[in-house]
């Protein structure tokens, strides 16, 4: 059975500063990886999807990168801000089974002015 | 504007009482799918639906039932409420006619907060 797995699960870095969060799942047969942000109160908002035969998304600060061999997934911010502040998300679309879509639990991030 | 939309967005209800949760978008997104989060547990998905007429488990279904007869809209139902169906409740809608494997976009809607007392 499909698991996600994001560490950690809270972070806090002062801003400006680069940071890394991560997510592993524990089989390769996936469609894409997807990264969200959910704001508290809010629903999620999609940040990156990652197919299964790519390497890696970016947007803005934004990039994400995918080794489905090793069932890991980085999202990369760079130059982070007071409004990054939220809690991410990846989530991963499972092989065959079109409409399954398996959560990790989530980096609660607090960037600090 | 692109929207998936919940109602009601805060209920609080009595055990055994039948409750429908509607949701409802705007994009003409055949791939819809109802999710619930829990502290600890994360975000779970209930079922979804690739088409008209065509819904699926996901992997919490038990005490909850849903419909798709049209593409606009997929409610969930919860025929008998119990108190562990506390939750907060989220729809989510994509276009892809082949499911998410095809990358499109998910839309969340913004929740529906659930109290079974």
């Known amino acids: 059975k499909q698991e996600v797995t994001q560490i950690p699960a809270a972070l806090s870095v002062p801003e400006g500063e680069n940071l890394v969060l991560n997510c592993s799942f524990t089989?390769?047969?996936?469609?894409?990886l997807q990264w969200f942000r959910q704001d508290p109160g809010k629903g999620l908002t999609s940040l990156l999807l990652?197919?299964?035969?790519?390497r890696e998304q970016t947007s803005g600060r934004l990039n994400a990168s995918l080794d489905k061999s090793s069932g890991r997934s980085t999202l990369y911010i760079a130059a982070s801000q007071p409004g990054d502040s939220a809690t991410y998300l990846c989530?991963?679309?499972?092989?065959?089974?079109?409409?399954?879509?398996?959560f990790g639990q989530g980096t609660e991030l607090s960037v600090k002015p | 504007e692109a929207q998936v939309t919940q109602n009601p967005r805060y209920l609080i209800t009595v055990t055994g009482k039948k409750l429908t949760v509607t949701c409802s978008q705007n994009?003409?997104?055949?791939?819809m799918s109802w999710y619930r989060q829990d502290p600890g547990l994360g975000l779970r998905q209930i079922y979804y639906?690739?088409?008209?007429?065509?819904?699926d488990k996901g992997d919490v279904p038990e005490g909850y039932k849903v419909s798709r007869k049209e593409k606009r809209n997929f409610p969930l139902i919860l025929e008998s409420p119990s108190p562990n169906q506390t939750s907060l409740y989220f729809c989510?809608?994509?276009?892809?006619?082949?499911?998410?494997?095809?990358?499109?976009?998910?839309?969340f809607g913004e929740g529906s907060w659930l109290t079974v007392v």
């Open positions: 994009m003409n997104h055949e791939y």
């Open positions: 989530a991963v679309a499972i092989y065959n089974q079109g409409g399954k879509l398996i």
């Open positions: 089989d390769s047969a996936i469609y894409n």
């Open positions: 989510a809608s994509s276009l892809s006619l082949g499911g998410i494997g095809s990358g499109n976009t998910i839309y």
């Open positions: 639906s690739m088409n008209v007429e065509v819904t």
């Open positions: 990652i197919q299964s035969s790519q």
